[in-house]
């Protein structure tokens, strides 16, 4: 499946932003969909996960609270709406897709995905 996120930009500290990401396939609801990002010389690390309706989300700790995972089947879209920024937010943030289950409430791992988008670049300035 390919992935395309888009929504990134520049946000003062505080804002928000909602990232989207659309799948081109036609069994968009049986992926378990995530986002990750990746800082300037950090590794790629998980954000958040929702099942295949939605009706399971897990957030990394730095999420919680702050972000939110969505996802529309009937687009074959996943969104991240994410509030209250702050400047060690900036990355760039990839989304995520595996044809599986949920595999519970954990942080994934970029292993637990297959496919992958190109990323679209946030920066908060603050």
Same mark, same amino acid.
């Given at each position: ?71 529309? *089947? %009937?687009? *074959? ?5 994410? *509030?209250?920024?702050?400047?060690? %937010? ?14 519970? %409430? ?5 292993? %637990? ?14």
């Amino acid at each position: 499946v390919q992935l395309q996120a888009s929504g990134g930009g520049l946000v003062q500290a505080g804002g928000s932003l909602r990232l989207s990401c659309v799948a081109s396939t036609r069994v968009f609801s049986m992926y378990v969909m995530g986002w990750f990002r990746q800082s300037p010389g950090k590794e790629r690390e998980f954000v958040a996960a929702t099942s295949w309706n939605g009706n399971r989300r897990y957030y990394a700790e730095s999420a919680k609270g702050r972000f939110t995972i969505s996802r529309d *089947n %009937d687009k *074959n879209m996943v969104h991240l709406e994410m *509030n209250s920024l702050k400047p060690e %937010d900036t990355a760039i943030y990839y989304c995520a897709g595996t044809p599986s289950y949920y595999s519970g %409430d954990k942080n994934y791992t970029e292993a %637990d995905f297959g496919s992958w988008g190109q990323g679209t670049l946030v920066t908060v300035s603050s």
